[in-house]
């Protein structure tokens, strides 16, 4: 199995600068899992051939995953699936203007047949979710990845275990 650590196998593209403080909760789940992604402001807007020339050349470069951040329109996550055989994963981001982010999440998951986007929750939950979902991605070809998921998985359980035995303390 090849094993992704300092690969650049997961790209993490940004439709504006604004998008990064929501988006570095993905970057740096990334990083924690030995992921170092390839990280762009790509407008499918305001450049479009940059979008469309990104998103065809990406598994030449070898990227396996590319996660799209966009708000308000948010065709960034559909014009990279439009040019790409990779799994696309968008996150709708929430504008300061607009409905609170549910029209970037309805342009992100109403994709036409045959162009899937997996689309995740609006905003840093979302973020921090379409890395673990990458992660799973990669993990598919990859027993090292899986190791961590799981090792990632059991710790999560753990936290929670925890907690309800120091709450059940308290109010028993």
């Not at 790509?42 to 598994?59: G, K, L, M, N």
């Not at 990458?134 to 990845?145: K, P, R, S, V, Y």
């Amino acid at each position: 199995m090849v094993s992704h650590e300092k690969i650049k196998s997961v790209a993490v593209v940004m439709g504006s600068d604004s998008d990064l403080p929501t988006m570095e909760s993905c970057i740096d789940q990334l990083k924690d899992f030995g992921i170092d992604p390839v990280v762009r402001i790509i407008s499918a807007h305001r450049t479009p051939e940059a979008a469309a020339e990104f998103a065809q050349t990406a598994a030449d470069k070898g990227i396996k995953v590319i996660i799209a951040a966009a708000g308000m329109a948010a065709h960034l996550a559909g014009a990279m699936a439009a040019k790409s055989h990779l799994p696309i994963i968008g996150v709708p981001m929430q504008a300061k203007e607009g409905p609170n982010g549910m029209d970037a999440l309805l342009s992100t998951v109403q994709m036409p047949p045959g162009v899937p986007v997996a689309s995740m929750a609006i905003g840093k939950t979302g973020a921090k979710n379409a890395a673990i979902f990458a992660l799973q991605i990669l993990a598919l070809c990859d027993d090292a990845m899986k190791d961590r998921l799981l090792d990632y998985r059991r710790a999560q359980s753990e936290k929670v275990t925890q907690k309800d035995a120091e709450i059940s303390k308290k109010y028993l």
